[in-house]
């Protein structure tokens, strides 16, 4: 069965720092990859989403990531986070070969930016 | 535009009572999607429907749980005789075809 892994259950950074969220997931087929945001009190937000092309793929509010097909990853990243980027971040597969059209999610990564 | 909405945001039970858990997707969308958020086992698929096709129940987790899709547009998800382990959020979701899923703020569900 299809899995996502995020590695990174908890982060805490300071404002300013880099953040690198992990994604890895295990479905060989074709995919679409998404990064899913929820702010405190909000409901998921799409942050990102890769179909096909470019593997770096910009977000709002200066997300990117990257999918990189031989590693099975679709890490998130931010050069300079705020503190307004204190959320859960959500990574999710869809796979296009016999998955249906649901999304399978991670187990979420909780960011905290600290001032 | 308006997004995907669902009612009610809160609702609390007693163990063995019947629930009814109401979505409205953005309007034109096609596809509609259920999803449970839980401790411990993160977000979860329950069940997907697209247009007339038969629903893709693979993710419901009983018999207890069904759900239906009324005139291609409002979805109601039913969970009969309730148990605790069935307190969670439950999130709605529409797309159209091939497209990103927007997500409802979710029913709150707590089974006493």
């Given at each position: ?34 990064w899913y945001v929820q702010y405190p009190g909000q409901h998921l ?71 | ?51 007339n096709s038969a629903p893709d129940k693979s993710g419901l987790p009983s018999d ?49």
């Amino acid at each position: 069965a299809q899995s996502v892994s995020q590695h990174n259950h908890h982060v805490i950074l300071s404002e300013a720092a880099s953040l690198e969220l992990g994604c890895n997931y295990s479905y060989g087929g074709t995919v679409n990859l998404f990064w899913y945001v929820q702010y405190p009190g909000q409901h998921l937000q799409l942050l990102l989403k890769y179909f096909s092309g470019d593997p770096l793929v910009k977000g709002i509010k200066g997300f990117e990531a990257e999918f990189i097909k031989s590693k099975f990853s679709f890490n998130l990243r931010k050069p300079s986070v705020q503190w307004s980027d204190t959320a859960e971040y959500f990574c999710a597969v869809k796979s296009l070969t016999g998955g249906g059209n649901k999304l399978t999610f991670g187990t979420g990564t909780q960011l905290k930016v600290e001032l | 535009g308006a997004g995907v909405s669902q009612s009610p945001s809160n609702k609390v039970t007693e163990k063995g009572k019947d629930v009814e858990l109401r979505c409205d997707p953005i309007s034109g969308h096609t596809a509609l999607y259920w999803y449970r958020q839980s401790l411990g086992q993160g977000l979860e698929f329950l069940i997907y429907f697209q247009g007339n096709s038969a629903p893709d129940k693979s993710g419901l987790p009983s018999d207890r749980f069904s759900a239906e899709r009324t005139g291609g547009s409002v979805s109601t998800l039913t969970i009969q005789r309730t148990q605790q382990e069935d307190s969670a959020v439950y999130l709605c979701a529409s797309s159209s075809q091939g497209y990103e899923q927007y997500f409802g703020p979710g029913t709150r569900l707590t089974v006493t």
